[in-house]
C-alpha cells in the first residue's frame, strides 16, 4: 500500500500541482490505534486544489505504488553508480565508453516501472 503522502503528490501532479511541501502546505498526522498506523490530513493549505476526499485518494494508489518502486530503484543504482569521483576516475582509469556500458548495465539489471 502506497504512502499517505505519495498519493497527495500524484493527486496534485494531476491537478497541475508540481510540488507539495508536507511542512507548510499539507500537514499529515498519523493517530496510531492499537498500533495500527492510520495516517490522515491534518491541515490543508494548497489553495489551486481541493482537499482530496478517500476515494479520490485511494484512485492514485497505482500511481503512487510506482513512484514509491522507482524511488528504491533509483536509491539502488546512485549506490551502485558511486561518487562522482568513483565516476570521473572509471572514466579516466578506463575511458568513458566502459563507463558509458557500466551504467547501462547497472540500468539494465536495475529497471523503473
Do not use: C, H
Not at 533509483?74 to 562522482?84: E, H, M, V
Amino acid at each position: 500500500m502506497a504512502q499517505l503522502s505519495n498519493k497527495i503528490i500524484a493527486y496534485a501532479n494531476s491537478l497541475g500541482v508540481s510540488k507539495v511541501d508536507f511542512t507548510k502546505d499539507v500537514m499529515l498526522q498519523d493517530d496510531m490505534v492499537d498500533g495500527v498506523s492510520n495516517p490522515y490530513i491534518k491541515e490543508w493549505n494548497l489553495l489551486d486544489i481541493a482537499q482530496p476526499n478517500a476515494e479520490q485518494l485511494s484512485s492514485f494508489e497505482d500511481t503512487a505504488n510506482t513512484a514509491e518502486a522507482n524511488a528504491e530503484v533509483i536509491a539502488n543504482r546512485k549506490k551502485l553508480y558511486g561518487s562522482p569521483q568513483d565516476q570521473i576516475q572509471n572514466i579516466m582509469e578506463q575511458g568513458l565508453e566502459f563507463e558509458q556500458n557500466r551504467v547501462a548495465e547497472i540500468k539494465a539489471a536495475n529497471p523503473k516501472q
